[in-house]
């Protein structure tokens, strides 16, 4: 079985960064997509960045482009989310989730597509 976890949030101004990491445990040796989804109260959850293990490029939510990076450990047991120029809109719980094999372009920010979940961790930022 895959476990994830996330650390790295916290509460931070406008204009401030965090950096997000996601330690996943019980990988095999199959390629993954893997993510980072978000939820914010009364809101429901949505895809925040996208990557595929083994290679390609990172696929981001319109808005955060330009501001956010999602990244792997060269170790491909860590996944990163560098989130520069904060927003009040960003705040929200920020979830990794991870995906054996591939998924289908179309539905790659769709959360039903994941089968694995961390637990998420809290994302504030204040204006």
């Known amino acids: 079985q895959v476990q994830l976890v996330e650390s790295g949030g916290g509460s931070v101004q406008a204009g401030g960064s965090l950096r997000l990491s996601c330690v996943v445990s019980?990988?095999?040796?199959?390629?993954?997509?893997m993510g980072w989804f978000r939820q914010a109260p009364g809101k429901e959850r949505e895809g925040v960045a996208i990557?595929?293990?083994?290679?390609?490029?990172?696929d981001y939510t319109d808005s955060v482009k330009g501001r956010f990076t999602i990244s792997q450990g060269n170790a491909k047991n860590s996944l990163y989310l560098q989130m520069d120029s904060l927003k009040p809109e960003d705040t929200a719980l920020y979830y990794c989730?991870?995906?054996?094999?591939?998924?289908?372009?179309?539905?790659?920010?769709?959360?039903?597509?994941?089968?694995?979940w961390g637990q998420g961790t809290q994302v504030t930022v204040s204006s």
């Open positions: 989730a991870a995906e054996p094999g591939g998924v289908a372009p179309m539905q790659t920010f769709d959360d039903a597509s994941y089968s694995y």
């Open positions: 019980g990988e095999t040796a199959r390629s993954y997509t």
């Open positions: 990557i595929y293990t083994g290679g390609g490029s990172g």
